[in-house]
């Protein structure tokens, strides 16, 4: 994944594990969050809850793409109640990848536009 978003010209940066990427997140100020569900230790539920109880209002709201391997509504429904904005079935094709994570940059771009005119 992180090679197939790189050629986009998108800036990457892996995390080896949940903690990492909280770290990385407060340090490096993303845009997109790409996490897996199915984790050891924290999982990916547990990580969006986290990120959208931190302090920075800009990170907490930051858009979050779930990817996972399990195929029901009922998963879907669970990664969005918990936080995700998007939720993908793996394997993942690189083109949907790269189209859902441009479509939730998107959208939050056209948040923060409307925020601003208001």
Do not use: H, W
Not at 50 to 79: G, N, T, Y
Not at 90 to 114: C, N
């Amino acid at each position: 994944m992180q090679e197939i978003l790189s050629a986009t010209g998108a800036r990457v940066i892996a995390a080896r594990n949940p903690l990492e990427a909280l770290r990385v997140l407060e340090e490096e100020r993303p845009q997109l969050l790409i996490s897996d569900i199915g984790m050891p230790g924290l999982d990916g539920f547990e990580l969006i809850r986290r990120v959208r109880a931190l302090a920075d209002p800009k990170l907490a709201a930051m858009p979050a793409l779930a990817l996972s391997a399990f195929a029901r509504k009922e998963d879907r429904q669970r990664a969005v109640e918990c936080g995700f904005t998007d939720y993908l079935v793996k394997p993942v094709t690189p083109a949907l990848l790269v189209d859902a994570a441009a479509a939730l940059l998107d959208d939050a771009a056209r948040r923060r536009t409307a925020g601003q005119g208001a």
